[in-house]
């Protein structure tokens, strides 16, 4: 078996293996495991609070802004780009259609994929530097925010080698190091793609039920 | 066959025909023999050809199927261009290193008492732009001079997709540059104001040679000059770059040989130029890279070399603010002064 081949073959079947099983395995223990039951008179609705975490985080705190201002600019421009790249790319939505739903919908026009490639790699860029050169977050980064970090931008960057769509090696490469990702994902900090909707809900409840307004 | 294959073969049909219907003239004398080819290529060549050919081809000059201009940029580039630019990027690193193994690095004594020099933002703009820069310096330096150093080594079928990545890398990064330009710009450009003392600084060579050290300003005059020429070419890098990036947009091809060779020279100038700000931010001076990385300088590396905004933090007070805030809580005091400034 060539490397082409595995990489086409079942290296993919293994990475789509361990990050579908993986992701959900853990979204259930997580659903499952619950949380303590709140004995206390309710104050307000908790799902009201679920949507008010949920949504209203999306925004930083008020007197948290100017701090976060960085990070808010840099956050957002990388979380939107790379949705864009991810999942509207023309070369991502031939992938999906002849390898994994069988249909396609309309991809973003080829200067769009450019513009949000910019913007994704900007804003991961400044997030990785905010994380090593601010004395606070770098204090608190592990080896696996840094991992987490590198690989995406491993992807991305494989992906825009690739991005003249002429040479098979490097199309390779960039699916090689997807397969990296999707394997490392569900055990890595990266699976906040999925969380962070259930630890906000979760949060937002919590501080729905005790009436507190964040 | 594509478009242009298409158009090709037929213009050279069209051409070959006409060609021969006009060497099918019997010769005057007996001895005259005609280049079969020569009126061929006269024709190519469009040379004393007032009417351009004419093409269903969009795009610059398509009408044209072979252009003289652009074949002597060819060899100018390959001939001389890169012959200096490699005399030139290959010729700074030795002198930087004979400079070290003769003046070694300027060493600190350290006091202890730290002076914030440059604040979060500072610090990730630098660091964006220099990342950003190292990678087009690295893809563009692989463009430069692949044909002459990848494809004998490794092949051309090696070349050929490096040669792709290093293009594709190279214009999607490009436009990040000057995001990042702009940026640093706009965050350093009040402190990098020339000064009389700047040009003192330039003439004694920072004192490297011997004397006493040359007195500076918050930027001595070195790293003033690297600013503005960072400022100047690579704000004429990134123009360049752009209307390459989009060529169909240009008016003509001279304005785009022009780009090219703004390009190459700018981007040549200021890697050399990077290699001296490196040594000097890494091995050359001891303690300077902190201030880079951590936002902090020792109060000595202040006073050593940038005497004068040493003497305006001691007169303002903020040695003993970051020093007494140092004794409290060691780890923090970066961040929390940052935050009072940003
Ligand atoms: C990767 C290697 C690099 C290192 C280790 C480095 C290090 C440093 C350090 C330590 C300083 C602060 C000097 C001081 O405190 O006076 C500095 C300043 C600066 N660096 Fe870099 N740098 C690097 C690459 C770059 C690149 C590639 C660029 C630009 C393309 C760049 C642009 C600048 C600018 C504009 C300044 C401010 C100087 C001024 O405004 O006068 N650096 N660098």
Same mark, same amino acid.
């Given at each position: 078996?060539?490397?082409?081949?595995?990489?086409?073959?079942?290296?993919?079947?293994?990475?789509?293996?361990?990050?579908?099983?993986?992701?959900?395995?853990?979204?259930?223990?997580?659903?499952?495991?619950?949380?303590?039951?709140?004995?206390?008179?309710?104050?307000?609705?908790?799902?009201?609070?679920?949507?008010?975490?949920?949504?209203?985080?999306?925004?930083?705190?008020?007197?948290?802004?100017?701090?976060?201002?960085?990070?808010?600019?840099?956050?957002?421009?990388?979380?939107?780009?790379?949705?864009?790249?991810?999942?509207?790319?023309?070369?991502?939505?031939?992938?999906?259609?002849?390898?994994?739903?069988?249909?396609?919908?309309?991809?973003?026009?080829?200067?769009?994929?450019?513009?949000?490639?910019?913007?994704?790699?900007?804003?991961?860029?400044?997030?990785?530097?905010?994380?090593?050169?601010?004395?606070?977050?770098?204090?608190?980064?592990?080896?696996?925010?840094?991992?987490?970090?590198?690989?995406?931008?491993?992807?991305?960057?494989?992906?825009?080698?690739?991005?003249?769509?002429?040479?098979?090696?490097?199309?390779?490469?960039?699916?090689?190091?997807?397969?990296?990702?999707?394997?490392?994902?569900?055990?890595?900090?990266?699976?906040?793609?999925?969380?962070?909707?259930?630890?906000?809900?979760?949060?937002?409840?919590?501080?729905?039920?005790?009436?507190?307004?964040? | 066959?594509?478009?242009?294959?298409?158009?090709?073969?037929?213009?050279?049909?069209?051409?070959?025909?006409? /060609?021969?219907?006009?060497?099918?003239?019997?010769?005057?004398?007996?001895?005259?023999?005609?280049?079969?080819?020569?009126?061929?290529?006269? /024709?190519?060549?469009?040379?004393?050809?007032? +009417?351009?050919?004419?093409?269903?081809?969009?795009?610059?000059?398509?009408?044209?199927?072979?252009?003289?201009?652009?074949?002597?940029?060819?060899?100018?580039?390959?001939?001389?261009?890169?012959?200096?630019?490699?005399?030139?990027?290959?010729?700074?690193?030795?002198?930087?290193?004979?400079?070290?193994?003769?003046?070694?690095?300027?060493?600190?004594?350290?006091?202890?008492?730290?002076?914030?020099?440059?604040?979060?933002?500072?610090?990730? $703009?630098?660091?964006?732009?220099?990342?950003?820069?190292?990678?087009?310096?690295?893809?563009?330096?692989?463009?430069?001079?692949?044909?002459?150093?990848?494809?004998?080594?490794?092949?051309?079928?090696?070349?050929?997709?490096?040669?792709?990545?290093?293009? +594709?890398?190279?214009?999607?990064?490009?436009?990040?540059?000057?995001?990042?330009?702009?940026?640093?710009?706009?965050?350093?450009?009040?402190?990098?104001?020339?000064?009389?003392?700047?040009?003192?600084?330039?003439?004694?060579?920072?004192?490297?040679?011997?004397?006493?050290?040359?007195?500076?300003?918050?930027?001595?005059?070195?790293?003033?000059?690297?600013?503005?020429?960072?400022?100047?070419?690579?704000?004429?890098?990134?123009?360049?770059?752009?209307?390459?990036?989009?060529?169909?947009?240009?008016?003509?091809? +001279?304005?785009?040989?022009?780009?090219?060779?703004?390009?190459?020279?700018? $981007?040549?100038?200021?890697?050399?130029?990077?290699?001296?700000?490196?040594?000097?931010?890494?091995?050359?001076? @001891?303690?300077?890279?902190?201030?880079?990385?951590?936002?902090?300088?020792?109060?000595?590396? /202040?006073?050593?070399?940038?005497?004068?905004?040493?003497?305006?933090?001691?007169?303002?007070?903020?040695? @003993? $603010?970051?020093?007494? /805030?140092?004794?409290?809580?060691?780890?923090?005091?970066?961040?929390?002064?940052? +935050?009072?400034?940003?």
């Amino acid at each position: 078996m060539t490397v082409a081949e595995l990489v086409d073959g079942p290296l993919w079947t293994v990475a789509l293996t361990v990050f579908v099983a993986g992701v959900a395995w853990r979204l259930l223990v997580l659903i499952a495991t619950g949380w303590k039951r709140d004995l206390s008179h309710p104050r307000s609705g908790s799902l009201g609070g679920a949507i008010r975490g949920v949504v209203g985080r999306f925004l930083p705190s008020q007197g948290m802004a100017g701090r976060l201002r960085l990070h808010l600019v840099a956050g957002y421009l990388f979380h939107l780009g790379l949705f864009a790249l991810l999942f509207f790319a023309a070369p991502h939505v031939d992938f999906y259609r002849d390898r994994l739903f069988g249909f396609d919908w309309t991809p973003l026009p080829h200067w769009a994929f450019i513009l949000a490639a910019e913007a994704a790699f900007l804003g991961l860029l400044m997030l990785w530097l905010n994380r090593v050169l601010n004395p606070v977050t770098r204090l608190i980064s592990e080896s696996g925010d840094h991992a987490a970090s590198v690989l995406t931008f491993l992807v991305m960057l494989t992906g825009c080698l690739a991005l003249a769509r002429s040479h098979e090696t490097l199309r390779l490469l960039h699916f090689f190091v997807v397969e990296l990702f999707m394997i490392y994902f569900p055990f890595s900090r990266l699976m906040h793609s999925f969380t962070f909707l259930l630890s906000r809900a979760a949060q937002g409840a919590h501080y729905g039920r005790r009436g507190v307004r964040v | 066959m594509n478009a242009y294959g298409l158009l090709w073969g037929l213009l050279l049909a069209l051409l070959s025909t006409a /060609a021969q219907a006009q060497n099918d003239t019997p010769p005057q004398s007996g001895i005259w023999i005609p280049n079969p080819g020569a009126d061929l290529w006269k /024709a190519v060549r469009q040379r004393g050809q007032p +009417e351009p050919s004419t093409t269903q081809v969009q795009g610059l000059d398509s009408n044209q199927l072979i252009n003289v201009a652009g074949e002597k940029f060819r060899d100018w580039r390959r001939e001389r261009f890169i012959r200096y630019a490699a005399y030139l990027l290959a010729g700074v690193p030795v002198v930087i290193l004979l400079f070290h193994m003769l003046h070694g690095a300027m060493k600190l004594e350290p006091s202890g008492r730290k002076l914030l020099r440059f604040d979060l933002y500072d610090r990730v $703009a630098h660091w964006l732009l220099a990342t950003v820069f190292l990678f087009l310096a690295f893809t563009g330096l692989l463009l430069l001079f692949g044909r002459f150093v990848i494809v004998p080594w490794l092949g051309l079928d090696a070349f050929s997709p490096i040669a792709s990545a290093s293009k +594709e890398g190279h214009n999607l990064f490009g436009p990040l540059f000057l995001v990042a330009l702009l940026w640093v710009f706009l965050r350093f450009v009040a402190r990098n104001l020339p000064a009389w003392r700047d040009i003192v600084w330039l003439l004694k060579g920072g004192g490297a040679f011997g004397g006493k050290h040359p007195s500076a300003g918050f930027f001595n005059g070195g790293e003033k000059l690297w600013f503005w020429s960072l400022a100047v070419f690579g704000l004429l890098l990134s123009l360049s770059g752009l209307l390459l990036d989009f060529p169909s947009y240009a008016p003509s091809r +001279e304005l785009l040989v022009l780009a090219l060779v703004v390009h190459g020279a700018a $981007a040549v100038i200021l890697v050399a130029f990077s290699f001296g700000h490196i040594y000097m931010g890494t091995a050359g001076v @001891e303690g300077t890279l902190e201030g880079m990385r951590d936002g902090t300088v020792d109060a000595n590396w /202040a006073r050593q070399h940038h005497d004068q905004w040493y003497a305006e933090m001691v007169r303002e007070g903020r040695l @003993e $603010a970051l020093s007494e /805030a140092q004794e409290n809580r060691a780890e923090t005091t970066t961040g929390q002064l940052e +935050e009072g400034r940003t």
